[in-house]
T-cell receptor, first 116, second 112 residues
Framework: GAGVSQSPSNKVTEKGKDVELRCDPI?????LYWYRQSLGQGLEFLIY????????KSGLPSDRFSAERTGGSVSTLTIQRTQQEDSAVYLC??????????????FGSGTRLTVV | LAKTTQPISMDSYEGQEVNITCSHN???????ITWYQQFPSQGPRFIIQ???TKVTNEVASLFIPADRKSSTLSLPRVSLSDTAVYYC?????????????FGQGTELSVKP
């Protein structure tokens, strides 16, 4: 597609429920990243996929968070047993080259998650 | 990991040139320097990227001294619409495994 597409744009869920956030990267981009941004804060790295390599999960805050990338394209970020501190905007980005060494990352508009 | 330091906030007026400097003392040989712009309720947007010397595009210029321990983003003749948070990032393929780490950014406020 023309840009990085994320869905849903907004999600309100009850504490303890599981949620799935979807990211559709730019076609041909081999690298895909998930970040989290809490209100008024900077971006927190979560996970990074590069081609068929094992993902870099070093930023996932707990084992309630997981992500997969099917067929080297679409990615799903899953949060199990959501907590109120999980409320944030979840941003997905893709890039042509790892680390944005080409023209940088292209970010989606994010999913605003609110846990009530 | 290459850490960046930039001012938390800056104020400017319409029509002025704005220069935001970022320090990255432990930048690695293969690291690129990239700047992003973020408006409220949007994801960051790529502005400019460089490795050394000067890079210019239709939006901004990026000045990188020979030692590459700092960089300066220059926005010519800012307007109200340039009010945003600006992030300086350092990283690349051979450092940090390819992921980029965002710092706190510089919140630029442009006044009329």
């Amino acid at each position: 597609g023309a840009g990085v597409s994320q869905s849903p744009s907004n999600k309100v869920t009850e504490k303890g429920k599981d949620v799935e956030l979807r990211c559709d990267p730019i076609s041909g981009h081999t690298a895909l990243y998930w970040y989290r941004q809490s209100l008024g804060q900077g971006l927190e790295f979560l996970i990074y996929f590069q081609g068929n390599s094992a993902p870099d999960k070093s930023g996932l805050p707990s084992d309630r968070f997981s992500a997969e990338r099917t067929g080297g394209s679409v990615s799903t970020l899953t949060i199990q047993r959501t907590q109120q501190e999980d409320s944030a905007v979840y941003l997905c980005a893709s890039s042509l080259a790892p680390g944005g060494a080409d023209y940088g990352y292209t970010f989606g508009s994010g999913t605003r998650l609110t846990v009530v | 990991l290459a850490k960046t330091t930039q001012p938390i906030s800056m104020d400017s007026y319409e029509g002025q040139e704005v220069n935001i400097t970022c320090s990255h003392n432990n930048i690695a040989t293969n690291d690129y320097i990239t700047w992003y712009q973020q408006f409220p309720s949007q994801g960051p947007r790529f502005i400019i990227q460089g490795y050394k010397t000067k890079v210019t595009n239709e939006v901004a210029s990026l000045f990188i001294p020979a030692d590459r321990k700092s960089s300066t983003l220059s926005l010519p003749r800012v307007s109200l619409s340039d009010t945003a948070v600006y992030y300086c990032l350092v990283g690349g393929v051979y450092n940090q495994g390819g992921k980029l780490i965002f710092g706190q950014g510089t919140e630029l406020s442009v006044k009329p």
